[in-house]
């Protein structure tokens, strides 16, 4: 074990690289063994592939057959998310279906596979099927039920992120990690920049762990240790419909846009898998969007009616030696003092419904060469602690119980001072985000609790609103932030916040972002709200209109 | 064949109000058949004609602008005389409906939005002359306990940026709500709530209280739902305050207010509306119309006309809708001229200088309005087409929406046979 520096702000016995599920896992996991470690992440917690997937919470059906291991670590980390995080998982169950021309074959050695890796299967007779999901058709010729759910990545990191802090984890955001330094062969500590406002500095650290998932070889490479994987890119699109109450797979070799996952009213379809050269090429196209739709009629044939709210690219590390869909999701713990680097751990592979056992394993690595012998205890632990039924029953005099549970999925343990807000000021029950159930409560306590706000920085302060969206949600349902973003800025102008910036830029910075993902789909419903879009900003509001002098 | 109407008009929208009104001028029997009340409910009310040219230039004299336009603009395509006379019969009809509507000249003027920007418009209601602002050093900027769709320290921070309101004064007020809540009011609510005698005092003993005297306040719509100024009136007669009411977010009480003296002014002169009926088939024969059907309910209605003007709108409206690389209109199943590719509609930034293709889809028309094809031969004899559903101009770009609305609804009334 190597001496460990004093502890100040600039030195911290383990620092994490990558603030998506995989690095917050890890905080948390060593937080709560009692290890202080900080994690760094580039932009803000969660924007990443952990928000640019399906949030499908795997039994590991789908990997039943091309990947057996695979397949029982998700059955088993299925089970214990369930119970350690509630709040970001509704338990939908989930339909595999094989439709005319499948290979019938196939659907044996899939119902072997499950039940080897014990992931319970029941037959469902087509009746049955019907009745339960109207919406999907297709000539079906077998459906099987299995432990399939919903989860949110969102919800599932901050979850993780607050529960990490109040065991002494530590997270900052909008710091990249441009520099690790090393002495001798050990790791000694990183650089990182502020990718706002271009400044750096350096803290120091014992371990590094790479948790940067399709970048972790752009990471290791700081180091100059070649990783071999590549990032490769897969198309989701978030239907304004929740047109199906379970998670549907197709009965097939896993293959493109034959995923199905309802989330609240919404339900995300996926994917496709691109090569690509950089994880954050994150492009979507119309072509690759009406690729996927003319798969997905064939067991929903009304797909292309349904109203798309965006489409949103995530990418995934994949090892060089395999490609594509066919490479294993198993992940890899990779011990850098095997490439000469002491103290240095990079983490790769996986998926969002097994970062719980990542974590485990890599913190497990972290503490054997830390020589210290604490278990891990991630699974015994629901993220967010039971709420008491006395701020329950406080809070019912403000909220429908449907707005209560949707705060707290929000933001765990804080939901107490959102309710504090709001009970010494009724205004602030009011409905920020009417599609969300955000409250004006709510959007006040992580503005001000996010810690960015207020700033000095322009640049900083225009990001104010998406790390709001993150972190409860708004801007993402039907109104895709026509309303709630004007609230919003309208919310930090009378909070008396950041005087000094022109606010019409934040509000319009947000409504860019969302028009990126409704741009490429711009067709149908679609159409007609950018119609309505343009009345608002262009014509009522005149948002981005330059001021006028005579 | 005898029809029992003239003239039917489809689209309840600020063009079919405007067509049924000018045809119902010229003594034809029309039939007003509407969904709903489309962007006249969540649009500003006001009339803009020209207020932006190409990279979102602002416009002061749109008459010298409208000169050079494309060919295939609807100003161009019918001309500045047809424009002027447009204008006459807007404001002439809304003078009787005792809500008058005026213009600042030739030149365009500005409105203050919610978010303190200005913007560019030309006809409005003549009790929100925004001159006062400019006159007054201290302005007062309204709001309501609890209102949620406009927040008067927003409409600050923009209008504090402004170089016209440079040295100014401005003071925030909030009054109290006038219900026994305090939150998630709208500005419809509290309007609707002032029209009537109850809410009418309240208003005024709130700002009596409130609102020093001889001030220049820029307000929510608070002042009722009728197209009525007589609260106004009566607040500049007792106090010497002027109220200039900004647009909302969606719904729009000033558009509302509009869209009331527009249908007061149709039954006034007897025309028939519809309303609720969606018009989703026709009977076509040798390029003439003879009949539109309704379903509602899935039953069946059947219309017949000599002549038809289609207001229905555009992809909001529903006038006409998309798929992936291709649109048409709605009810006569009109090919829309658009590029194959979903990426050629639009561009990169929704709120950008750069056009979006997707702004000015719409159907082609001759100068008669009567919709043509790719060659330039008409459609249909009897049909003419007048308001967003039209193509070759962009309401939300050039800032144009309900100018080219009013020219193409007025010219299609007044291009009927022996209109
Ligand atoms: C299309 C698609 C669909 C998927 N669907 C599912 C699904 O339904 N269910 C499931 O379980 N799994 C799914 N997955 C897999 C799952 O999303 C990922 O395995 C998981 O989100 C990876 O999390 P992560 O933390 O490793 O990576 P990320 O979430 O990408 O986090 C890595 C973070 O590191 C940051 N970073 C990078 N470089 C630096 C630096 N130099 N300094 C600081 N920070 C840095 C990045 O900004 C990023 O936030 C899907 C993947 C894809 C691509
Ligand atoms: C949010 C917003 C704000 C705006 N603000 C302004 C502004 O401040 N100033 C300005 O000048 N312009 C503004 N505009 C633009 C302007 O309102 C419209 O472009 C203009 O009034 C043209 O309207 P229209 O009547 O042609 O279409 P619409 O207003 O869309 O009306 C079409 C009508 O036809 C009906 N309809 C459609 N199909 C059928 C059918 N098959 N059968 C029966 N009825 C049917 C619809 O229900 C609707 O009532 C705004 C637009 C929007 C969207």
């Known amino acids: 074990m190597k001496p460990s520096a004093p502890f100040s702000n600039n030195h911290y016995p383990v620092i994490i690289i990558g603030g998506g599920i995989t690095g917050i896992g890890i905080l948390r996991d060593l937080s709560m063994r009692g290890i202080k470690a900080l994690l760094v992440e580039q932009k803000d917690l969660c924007t990443g592939t952990s928000s640019h997937f399906h949030g499908l919470l795997h039994s590991g059906a789908r990997y039943a057959v091309s990947d057996g291991e695979a397949a029982k670590e998700c059955m088993e980390e299925n089970l214990i998310l369930k119970e350690i995080a509630p709040h970001a998982i509704e338990r939908t169950e989930g339909f595999f279906v094989s439709i005319d021309g499948d290979e019938p074959a196939y659907a044996e050695k899939w119902v072997a596979g499950c039940a080897k890796a014990g992931i319970p299967t029941a037959r469902v007779d087509l009746k049955t099927v019907v009745n339960l999901e109207p919406n999907l058709r297709g000539n079906m010729t077998a459906v099987y039920r299995v432990p399939d759910s919903a989860v949110d990545g969102f919800r599932l990191i901050w979850q993780n992120a607050y529960s990490a802090q109040s065991y002494g984890g530590v997270f900052r955001t909008y710091a990249a990690a441009t520099a690790i330094h090393s002495e001798n062969g050990a790791v000694t500590g990183i650089t990182i920049t502020n990718i706002l406002t271009g400044e750096s500095e350096r803290i120091s650290c014992d371990y590094l762990v790479n948790a940067a998932g399709s970048w972790v070889a752009a990471v290791a490479r700081l180091a100059d240790i070649p990783i071999g994987i590549t990032p490769d890119r897969g198309l989701l699109i978030a239907f304004n419909y929740r047109f199906t109450e379970r998670v549907i797979n197709r009965l097939h070799p896993a293959g493109d846009a034959d995923i199905f996952v309802p989330h609240g009213a919404i339900t995300i379809f996926g994917t496709t898998s691109v090569k690509v050269e950089n994880p954050a090429d994150t492009a979507v196209s119309s072509k690759e969007a009406l690729y996927m739709l003319n798969i997905g009629e064939k067991v929903f044939p009304e797909l292309k009616s349904y109203r798309i709210l965006r489409g949103f690219a995530g990418t995934r590390p994949l090892f060089s030696n395999g490609g594509g869909r066919d490479a294993t999701r198993n992940f890899m713990v990779m011990d850098h003092e095997n490439d000469g680097l002491k103290g240095f751990i990079s983490i790769a592979g996986g998926k969002l419904t097994t970062y719980r056992l990542m974590a485990e394993k890599t913190s497990d690595l972290v503490c054997k060469k830390m020589g210290i012998d604490k278990p891990c205890r991630t699974r015994l632990e629901p993220l967010v602690k039971k709420i008491d039924k006395k701020v329950y029953k406080r809070a019912r005099a403000y909220f429908p119980k449907l707005g209560i549970d949707l705060s707290i999925s929000r933001q765990g343990d804080n939901f107490r001072n959102v309710l504090n807000r709001i009970a010494s000021d009724k205004k602030k029950s009011a409905l920020l985000c009417e599609c969300e159930l955000v409250t004006r409560g709510e959007f006040e306590e992580v503005l001000f609790r996010s810690g960015n706000y207020p700033i000095e920085h322009l640049e900083l302060t225009l990001g104010t609103l998406s790390d709001v969206r993150r972190r409860t949600r708004i801007g993402m349902g039907t109104c895709q932030g026509n309303f709630c973003a004007y609230r919003g800025v309208g919310t930090i102008a009378e909070t008396g916040g950041v005087p000094d910036t022109d606010l019409s830029l934040i509000l319009n910075k947000f409504i860019e972002e969302r028009w990126a993902g409704i741009r490429p789909l711009l067709w149908g419903v679609q159409l007609k709200e950018a119609e309505l879009s343009r009345g608002i900003y262009q014509t009522i509001l005149n948002s981005a209109g330059e001021p006028y002098e005579e | ?419």
């Open chain 2, 1 to 419: 064949m005898k029809s029992e109407y003239d003239l039917i008009v489809v689209g309840g929208g600020f063009t079919g109000l405007i067509a049924a009104l000018a045809a119902a001028e010229s003594n034809k029997k029309t039939l007003l058949i509407t969904f709903g009340a489309g962007s006249l409910a969540v649009g500003g009310g006001i009339v803009d004609l020209l207020g932006a040219g190409e990279n979102n230039r602002l416009i002061l004299s749109p008459f010298e602008e409208i000169r050079e336009l494309p060919e295939n603009h609807p100003y161009s395509l019918l001309g500045l005389d047809k424009i002027r006379q447009a204008l006459a019969f807007f404001e002439r009809i809304t003078r009787e409906g005792g809500y008058p509507y005026v213009a600042n000249g030739d030149k365009n003027t500005f409105m203050v939005t919610p978010i303190g920007k200005l913007k560019p418009t030309y006809m409005f209601y003549e009790g929100q002359r925004p001159d006062i602002l400019k006159e007054s050093r201290d302005i007062i900027i309204l709001g309501v306990s609890g209102l949620k769709d406009f927040f008067p320290e927003l409409l600050l921070n923009g209008l504090s940026r402004q170089p016209l309101f440079k040295g100014k004064r401005f003071k925030v007020i909030t009054l109290p709500s006038p219900f026994r809540k305090d939150w998630d009011l709208s500005a419809f609510e509290i309007s609707a709530f002032v029209t009537r005698d109850e809410g009418r005092d309240w208003f005024k003993r709130v700002f009596k209280d409130n609102i020093p005297k001889n001030a220049a306040v820029l307000s929510p719509p608070l002042l009722g739902i009728e197209p009525d100024g007589s609260l106004r009136r009566e607040l500049k007669d007792s106090y010497g305050t002027a109220i200039i009411e900004t647009a909302t977010l969606p719904p729009s009480v000033l558009g509302i207010r509009l869209r009331k003296l527009l249908t007061d002014l149709l039954k006034a002169k007897g025309v028939a509306i519809i309303e609720a009926a969606k018009v989703t088939g026709n009977e076509v024969k040798n390029k003439i119309c003879s009949a539109l059907f309704t379903s509602d309910n899935k039953r069946l209605r059947r219309y017949e006309a000599k002549e038809f003007i289609i207001a229905t709108g555009g992809f909001f409206g529903g006038g006409a809708v998309s798929l992936p690389g291709k649109a048409h209109e709605m009810i006569f199943n009109i090919d829309l001229d658009v590029p194959l590719f979903q990426e050629e509609w639009s561009k990169n930034k929704l709120l950008g200088v750069e056009r979006h293709p997707f702004g000015s889809f719409g159907v082609k028309t001759d100068s008669d309005l009567r919709a043509i094809d790719n060659s330039g031969e008409i459609i249909l004899e009897n049909v003419r087409f007048a308001g967003r559903i039209l193509s070759g101009y962009d309401f939300a770009a050039e800032k144009s929406g309900n100018g080219v609305a009013l020219l193409t609804a007025y010219a299609a009334a007044k291009s009927l046979n022996n209109a």
